[in-house]
């Protein structure tokens, strides 16, 4: 009978030790398959408004393309339409309007987004500073109105190339969820 619970109990650990090992697996395996959920969640794509002109980005632009995932006032309400209006080697600039044949008139514009690769050229940034993902500073101009308003801007570097969203109007909160949707 004591021979009996000594084996017993030496099954019981072993099974014991077993189930441990499983469960330091099991939690491993866990743990990496979320690194990976988020790994390809932080690689979204852009806002679906850029998807017919991506593939002409892509061939005309040399620039690494950054586009944002959130674009104020784009809830389905409203449609919006990204526009190139110039896009070379060094540089591009999408028209985010209300219309697909908006050219900026105050009534069809909603906003820019715009890159353009760094040279000696290229004007020191001015504006408020803000905190930008990834540690990056960005700046801030307000808009200004008087018969019409101009757009708000944020501005920032990232790897040689300096990029621009800008919307009419715009605030600054909006703007920056709007960089750090394209930065991410």
Not at 56 to 72: E, N, V, Y
Not at 114 to 130: C, I, M, S
Request: with cysteine; proline share 4%; charged share 15%.
């Amino acid at each position: 009978m004591i021979l009996s619970i000594s084996y017993t109990s030496a099954v019981c650990a072993v099974f014991l030790l077993v189930s441990v090992s499983s469960f330091h697996t099991s939690a491993i395996a866990t743990v990496n398959n979320q690194s990976q959920l988020i790994a390809q969640q932080s690689k979204t794509q852009p806002h679906p408004v850029f998807k017919s002109i991506l593939p002409k980005l892509k061939q005309k632009t040399q620039i690494r393309i950054l586009l944002p995932k959130f674009i104020p006032e784009s809830d389905g309400e409203n449609p919006i339409y990204a526009i190139i209006e110039a896009a070379t080697q060094k540089k591009y600039e999408i028209l985010l309007g209300f219309s697909p044949d908006c050219t900026g008139g105050t009534a069809c514009r909603l906003g820019v987004v715009y890159a353009e690769a760094v040279t000696r050229k290229t004007p020191r940034l001015t504006g408020k500073t803000v905190s930008l993902a990834k540690g990056i500073t960005g700046y801030f101009v307000d808009s200004t109105c008087g018969a019409n308003c101009s757009d708000a801007t944020l501005t920032w570097r990232q790897q040689g190339v300096q990029y621009v969203v800008g919307l009419k109007a715009g605030d600054r909160t909006s703007l920056v969820k709007m960089a750090n949707s394209a930065i991410n």
